[in-house]
């Protein structure tokens, strides 16, 4: 089974640029979720999807942010205007259900730079 | 609320000395706890995870973890620490009321194994 696939690795944008970072959950999951870390912080919830549904965009830190699912297969995640403090390791996870018994599988994650 | 607090952001050990990776976490409601681990360019695996079973947790790897309520920890270790073991480690907290599956990450400790 393939895993979570996120796409780019890295990407190094100047402030003010629009970036775009796309997820690939395992074939099946419903539920996808996206994390941040930022550095020297701690890795904090973003936002869940069920399907295509947004079930919890909580974890937004702003307006500049837009997470989509259409389809309810991969997810993108843009960043508009980037700016500095947006910098930090992108994740994402998807899971079967949402018991616990239903664990979360990590992407690898995406690398923002900001400069 | 829940939070999650990783006492040592760093520690060292030799090959074939034991590991142990402390953490604290607090709850409004009974907590499902879970260590993750990152290796260097890789995404967040799951180790092992406490449900309300049995308070001592084996994981992979030779890992295991001791769920104390009095105490609210949930501390991981391992007998005899392998090369491979260097990586960051996330101790988490899921409430079990919680919708979905948000987690709260600690700030995680990076290991670091001396041959």
């Known amino acids: 089974e393939a895993g979570v696939t996120q796409f780019p690795s890295h990407s190094v944008i100047e402030k003010g640029q629009t970036v775009t970072l796309r997820c690939d959950p395992i074939?099946?999951?419903?539920?996808l979720y996206w994390y941040r870390r930022v550095m020297g912080k701690e890795i904090k919830f973003l936002l869940h999807?069920?399907?295509?549904?947004?079930?919890?965009e909580s974890g937004m830190p702003n307006n500049r942010f837009l997470a989509e699912r259409t389809g309810g297969t991969y997810s993108t995640l843009k960043v508009q205007p980037a700016e500095l403090e947006d910098s930090g390791v992108y994740f994402c996870?998807?899971?079967?259900?949402?018991?616990?018994?239903?664990?979360?599988?990590f992407g690898n994650g995406t690398r923002l730079t900001v400069t | 609320a829940q939070s999650v607090t990783q006492l040592d952001s760093h520690v060292s050990v030799s090959e074939g000395t034991p590991v142990l990776l402390r953490c604290n976490y607090s709850?409004?409601?009974?907590?499902?706890l879970f260590w993750y681990v990152q290796h260097p360019n890789k995404g967040l695996q799951l180790l092992l995870k406490y449900t309300s079973a049995a308070t001592l947790v084996k994981g992979i790897n030779g890992f295991e973890a001791e769920f104390k309520k009095s105490e609210t920890s949930f501390h991981l270790t391992k007998p005899s620490a392998h090369m491979s073991d260097a990586a960051e480690y996330f101790c988490v907290v899921r409430a079990i009321k919680a919708a979905g599956n948000k987690l709260t990450f600690g700030g995680g400790t990076r290991v670091l194994v001396k041959p």
């Open positions: 074939s099946g999951h419903d539920n």
């Open positions: 996870a998807s899971s079967s259900g949402q018991g616990i018994n239903s664990p979360l599988h």
């Open positions: 999807f069920v399907k295509e549904s947004k079930q919890d």
């Open positions: 709850s409004s409601y009974s907590p499902s």
